[in-house]
């Protein structure tokens, strides 16, 4: 069978089963059962054994398995994350803001490139921060051991110290001199739990989910970012699109300056950057 007329039954099934995607997931499933590239499922063809694969593989997409478990890796930036149960699997939303923290790096001496990445889950940030500027000293904590572990092997071979923690006592020995912290927190409502679609609620739920307001994280965040920042240093972390408002106001009140909110490739508000709070308005830890 011609693995492009495999393609399309399976983006038929998918489409039934409401994936936001059929056509490119369907094309994602085959090219990894054939082990070769989407662009290349013109000219392929599908075996029986690897067709009886890719419809077992549809059967589970179909019922909500993300479609980065059933490959076990996800793509962000320029990167290839291994993915899976445990970890959340990096979104394209996060990408604008790595791409705010790479152009602020990029102005600083090499020597004053201190990175800290809390909830760091896959690594997905800090390797698209390694590898496309360099010259950065890097540090990433993740408090889930199952998460920690798709940490350590994205991170492989880069220099980062991966620490397994809790964010809130993380890298005391470096208060006061870190030049850029870096979050992609849970700020998930819990009241919102129902409404998600499954394949999101495959994610660990610790990386989703923060409280009636879904800002429990981000109080966190402000302290410990307060606690590391040197006094010219950044922020910038990530939050619901519905919650830019009260993201602002929560760094504001926390003696951040410079706060402001940023849109994702979607045009929707996705993250908030400030500047550390001043030494005489910094809060109370």
């Known amino acids: 069978m011609k693995a492009l007329d495999l393609a399309h039954e399976v983006a038929e099934r998918l489409t039934i089963a409401g994936s936001p995607s059929p056509g490119p997931e369907a094309r994602t499933l085959v090219a990894h059962v054939l082990g ?5 499922l013109l000219i392929a063809s599908a075996f029986p054994r690897q067709r ?7 059967e589970q997409r179909a019922q909500g398995v993300p479609l980065q478990h059933l490959t076990g890796v996800a793509y962000f930036r ?12 990096p979104r394209p939303e996060t990408e604008e803001m790595v791409g705010w923290a790479l152009a602020r790096l990029a102005d600083r001496p090499a020597d004053r490139r ?23 000293e890097l ?9 920690h572990r798709y940490l ?9 110290d991966i620490v397994l923690g809790d964010m809130a006592e993380a890298f ?70 519905s919650h830019a408002p009260a993201v602002v106001a929560l760094f504001e009140a926390a003696g ?17 950057s400030a500047a550390a709070p001043l030494e005489d308005g910094r809060i109370d830890l």
Not at 117 to 122: P, V
């Open 36 to 40: 070769i590239e989407p662009s290349q």
């Open 52 to 58: 009886a694969a890719v419809e077992a593989l549809a």
């Open 78 to 89: 320029h990167e290839t994350l291994a993915v899976g149960p445990g970890v959340f699997i």
């Open 114 to 136: 201190r990175v800290v990445e809390l909830c760091a889950g896959s690594g997905a940030i800090t390797a698209a921060l390694a590898r496309e500027l360099g010259n950065l």
């Open 139 to 147: 540090h990433a904590v993740e408090l889930s051991p199952e998460a």
């Open 152 to 160: 350590v092997h994205n991170l492989e071979g880069l220099d980062v």
């Open 172 to 241: 005391h020995e470096l208060n006061g001199t870190v030049d850029l912290v870096i979050v992609n927190p849970p700020y998930i409502p819990e009241s919102h739990r129902v409404i998600l679609p499954a394949d999101v609620l495959e994610d660990p739920a610790e990386a989703l989910f923060s409280g009636p307001e879904g800002l429990d994280a981000m109080h966190v965040v402000a302290r410990v970012a307060t606690r590391l920042l040197r006094p010219d240093g950044l922020l910038a972390t990530e939050h619901d699109d």
């Open 256 to 272: 951040f300056r410079e706060v402001a909110s940023h849109l994702d490739l979607t045009g929707r508000p996705r993250y908030v």
